[in-house]
């Protein structure tokens, strides 16, 4: 058999078949929001940190800190910015990326807007929509304008300088904040619900303030997620926002907050909208605490057992035990008032642990 000659050249390409089946769409990614590759034009180091009062605000004066923290922006992770770097004008001056879509917060000197007697840089006036509400800091800044991007981002993310024309009136640099476009709660069957509330649950009771229960830890657990109760038929969305905060009873100092809006409301499972922590929270053995919700009203009812047994109860494993009365107080604080037994005759706060 004699040697196999050279290759031909290539026929013509046939025509081009009828296109596949769409596929069906993924599931929302329920990762955990994450940053990466944050970076600077001036090299300085930034930090990342989780935005609750008393957190510091750049990463090289770590004097100037939060005070209060509106609930849309609670627990949300952010960058603590070089206040050494206000001056700057680079386009980019910082880059981070998101692993999931979110919304862009940038805090600013209250001075550098237009109601506080200044200007904010193009890039900022053009692609993000200043809020009604300030983040309130320590002196001097006193407060933070917040604008809001108008669209969620994911992937890389880059930001102009804080004094990029026609930038006038500021005194500090700028934070920034990120928050996933939707949360949700831990899948089902994972952690143990504080209160079981049955799916289809009404409200009876137009609350203004806030409400809720004490409990004590037996053995460590780790929180997982927040919740709040949800009076409305499974399908209607939330016409109000609801928060939820998890105190130190001993000490009064906040430890976790989410807040549940129309736009951005977590899973419902049964007659609870929960959604999981940024990180879960370690609550160690002697631990007692208070959890409360608020946001109810004429629109959107809390339940009131008025005394009586509750349809809805506490979970009975042991590893927390709940106070014999409920709590109610003001609006955003802890309750530090008692309502009368039982612990649960409120449906209003809620979490999952495990």
Avoid at 19 to 34: F, K, N, W, Y
Avoid at 193 to 215: C, H, P, W, Y
Avoid at 276 to 298: C, K, M, N, T, W
Wanted: hydrophobic share 35%.
């Amino acid at each position: 058999r004699g040697s196999r000659g050279p290759r031909g050249p290539s026929g013509k390409m046939g025509p081009r078949g009828p296109p596949g089946p769409v596929g069906a769409e993924g599931p929302t990614s329920s990762e955990p929001l994450a940053l990466s590759m944050v970076g600077s034009s001036s090299r300085r180091r930034y930090k990342q940190g989780f935005l609750m009062p008393n957190a510091p605000l750049y990463a090289d004066d770590l004097a100037l800190r939060v005070n209060s923290v509106p609930p849309e922006l609670a627990g949300q992770p952010y960058i603590l910015t070089a206040d050494a770097d206000k001056g700057a004008t680079r386009n980019p001056s910082l880059t981070f990326s998101v692993n999931r879509p979110a919304y862009i917060y940038v805090l600013r000197d209250v001075r550098g807007t237009p109601a506080g007697g200044g200007k904010a840089p193009s890039w900022l006036s053009a692609g993000f929509v200043l809020q009604p509400y300030t983040v309130n800091v320590t002196a001097p800044i006193n407060q933070l304008a917040v604008y809001k991007s108008a669209l969620p981002l994911s992937g890389l993310v880059q930001l102009g300088g804080n004094a990029a024309p026609p930038s006038a009136g500021f005194q500090n640099n700028y934070v920034v904040v990120v928050a996933a476009a939707e949360d949700h709660g831990s899948a089902e069957g994972v952690g143990t619900e504080a209160v079981r509330i049955s799916a289809g649950t009404g409200g009876n009771q137009a609350f203004l303030g806030s409400m809720g229960f004490a409990f004590n830890v037996s053995q460590p657990i780790y929180l997982l997620d927040l919740g709040v109760f949800d009076p409305l038929p499974e399908g209607v969305a939330l016409n109000s926002t609801l928060s939820c905060r998890v105190y130190n009873k001993k000490t009064g100092a906040l430890l976790a907050e989410q807040y549940f809006s129309p736009e951005n409301p977590g899973d419902l499972h049964g007659a609870t909208l929960f959604k999981s922590l940024r990180q879960p929270l370690l609550l160690p053995r002697g631990f007692e605490g208070v959890i409360a919700a608020d946001g109810y009203g004429p629109g959107l009812m809390n339940g009131n057992s008025e005394g009586a047994a509750p349809a809805w109860s506490f979970d009975g494993s042991g590893r927390v035990q709940f106070g014999g009365d409920a709590l109610f107080g003001e609006k955003g604080k802890m309750p530090d008032k008692v309502a009368g037994p039982p612990g649960n005759r409120f449906a209003a706060a809620n979490f999952k642990y495990t």
